[in-house]
């Protein structure tokens, strides 16, 4: 487990759960088309033409904040993974240095 100069300890596997989860929390919303419906809510018997102006827009606002929040998702994801790495080599340096005296990296006497 990974420890910094400040004592915070982090296990990688759990790092790279939350970027698993965060990669995940979107995949319900991506097949979301709001095209469709947009263009079939203006033509129906009861399209109210500012209610459908309505909608347009946030279908619209839908399409820009979706594609932000997948962008940041995929971001924060990537840095939990970037942390998950960096925490493994520093436990692997300091298994290297903190040997006892005499015993090579490997475990074995010098």
């Known amino acids: 487990m990974g420890a910094n100069s400040d004592g915070f300890h982090a296990d990688p596997e759990d790092l790279r759960g939350g970027a698993s989860d965060i990669r995940k929390c979107l995949e319900p919303a991506k097949d979301i088309d ?3 419906l947009n263009d079939s809510f203006g033509e129906s ?9 309505k909608f347009e827009k946030f279908c619209d606002t839908w399409d820009v904040a979706h594609v932000k929040l997948e962008d940041s998702s995929e971001d924060s994801a990537d840095k939990l993974e970037v942390m998950a790495q960096n925490y493994e ?5 300091a298994e290297g240095r903190l040997m006892p005296p005499g015993m090579g990296p490997l475990g074995v006497g010098q």
């Open 89 to 93: 080599q520093a436990d692997a340096f």
């Open 45 to 53: 018997d009861q399209g109210d033409l500012l209610l459908a102006g």
């Open 34 to 36: 709001f095209g469709d």
